[in-house]
Structure formats: structure tokens, C-alpha cells
């Protein structure tokens, strides 16, 4: 169950100048709006089961193979420490490419559901307020105003490439080495 992108009319924060907006994929977890850069958004997938990995973080759904390729699949709501639901008919899983210092590699992502397209100007985004260390605000791009509600643009190269996800990729690129 694969969805197109929709973009809709009317869903720029500001009017678009050429070269000063860039296009956010945003999807709901726990009632928030959250924004990738649709260029690194590959593919939408309807929820799907995964093959669980042994001794990886509770947040590591696991891995899909998606057309031949092994990918490692993140629940955000456990990333995030938000109180879990159980997976539903809006349930979807972004496959995203993520760039490292070594490599680009492709991961998915779990989420309550897509929303929308937005075009979004450079300067519409904000820096993420400062909380003085009590909050982990690393994973945060900025925040952008989209009519009257606010979108956590996220950095996905930041957040999915932590220790433990790039440990996992090793061990699923091993064994399709060794297969």
C-alpha cells in the first residue's frame, strides 16, 4: 500500500521565491507536526511488519526487505519517548535515504500518519528554543509557522545516525554480504 505525495494549494507558510523554500513531508506523532525534506523522503509505505533484530534498542522496530533491500525501520514514538500506540489503518512507515560521513544509506520510519506537503522559506524556519541541556533538542532542524500550527522540522541525518542505528546497519550489511 505505497501512497503518492500530495502536495495541496495553498500550504505555503510564505509565497514561494525561486531557490528561497524548500518542500517538508509532514506526518503526526502523538498530535505534533513533524517535517522532513521531501527530497530525502524515497518512498511511503503502509504499515508492514518487521523482522526484529536481537539486542538493538527498543525504538529498532527491526528491518523490511524492500525490493531487495534490508532496512532498518525506527519507531519514532519510542525515540522520542512518547507513550506508545498500537499501530493502525494511518499507521505508515517513511522510507527515508539519510546521509552519514560515510555513506548514504536508506532507513524507515514509523509514524501515526502523513499530512501534508508544505513549501516553506528558509527564512520562515526558526532555531529550536534553547532549554539550558534539560531537553534534548539535537534531532531539531527549526520550527516553522504553517498557518496556525507549528512544524518540528526534524534532522534526520542527526537522528538516524546514532551509535546504536549505525551498529545496525553494519550488522544487516554484513549479512547480506555474507549471503
Request: aromatic share 6%; net charge negative; glycine share 6%.
Amino acid at each position: 500500500m505505497n501512497q503518492p505525495l500530495k502536495e495541496t494549494p495553498d500550504n505555503n507558510a510564505t509565497p514561494i521565491s525561486p531557490g528561497n523554500a524548500d518542500q517538508y513531508l509532514t506526518f503526526i506523532l502523538a498530535d505534533e507536526e513533524y517535517g522532513v525534506d521531501i527530497l530525502r523522503v524515497q518512498e511511503i509505505k503502509g504499515w508492514d511488519e518487521v523482522t526484529p533484530i536481537p539486542n538493538t534498542p527498543d525504538y529498532i522496530n527491526g528491518v523490511i526487505n524492500l525490493r531487495g533491500t534490508i532496512i532498518p525501520i525506527i519507531d519514532l514514538r519510542r525515540r522520542f519517548n512518547l507513550r506508545e500506540l498500537e499501530y493502525g489503518p494511518t499507521t505508515v512507515m517513511i522510507i527515508l535515504k539519510v546521509q552519514s560521513q560515510e555513506h548514504e544509506r536508506i532507513m524507515g520510519v514509523v509514524v501515526d500518519a502523513v499530512s501534508e506537503v508544505y513549501n516553506i522559506n528558509t527564512d520562515e524556519l526558526q532555531p529550536p528554543p534553547e532549554f539550558g541541556g534539560v531537553i534534548n533538542i539535537e534531532f531539531i532542524r527549526g520550527l516553522a509557522s504553517v498557518g496556525k500550527k507549528m512544524v518540528i522540522v526534524l534532522d534526520i541525518d542527526h537522528l538516524l545516525n546514532t551509535r546504536e542505528v549505525q551498529l545496525l546497519s553494519a550488522v544487516t550489511e554484513q549479512s547480506l554480504s555474507d549471503s
